[in-house]
């Protein structure tokens, strides 16, 4: 025959179900520090929710230094074991799986092969980002060259305008740009109706 729960257990079943409503991810171990009040501040608790959310205050930040405290001992063992798989990307790795909450972590640190997918999609991650940043540098550079190049084509013909001119013609994507400077033709097609638009704007200069 199965023993009756005691009193503590049963505030405990109450208390979980008001906790997890206002703090789910943390409501076990919450739970498990405010049980250790006694039976009547736990019943009052239960009462009002003010001193409830006072109480899960007080033991969030409890939770939280013990947290930090305990991802920097993670972060170590992380980092030793991250530097394992990928010496060379190890620290940027490891900064992103910190992000994770200190059981998922754990999680890792006990299955080699959780790690593995973990710092091989983290990898993945920062090669794409690295991809993008020199594809917007590489553009950049482009641009500038081509710009260089179409300001000293103009100058020659319009050296009032030129700086303006390069400014209009810089809109056009680095294809037409290239383009325009293989075709005089169409080079100059381009910066007449340029030239249009910048006497229309400003007659007479």
Known sequence: MSSLPTTKEILGEHLYCAI???????????????????????????????????????????????ESKNKDLLGEKLYSRTEELEPVMCAKITGMLLEMDSYSIQQLLLSQDALQSAVSKAKEALLHEQSRDTSREDFTRNKQTLGEQLYQVIERDYPKHAAKLTGMLLELGQEELVHLLNNKDLMQSRVKIALDVIEQECPGR
Request: aromatic share 2%.
């Open 20 to 66: 997890e409503a206002l703090q789910p991810q943390h409501a076990e171990r919450l739970t498990g520090m405010l049980l250790e009040l006694d039976n009547e501040e736990i019943i009052q608790m239960l009462q009002y929710d003010d001193l409830l959310k006072k109480r899960l205050q007080v033991a969030m930040e409890v939770l939280q230094r013990e």
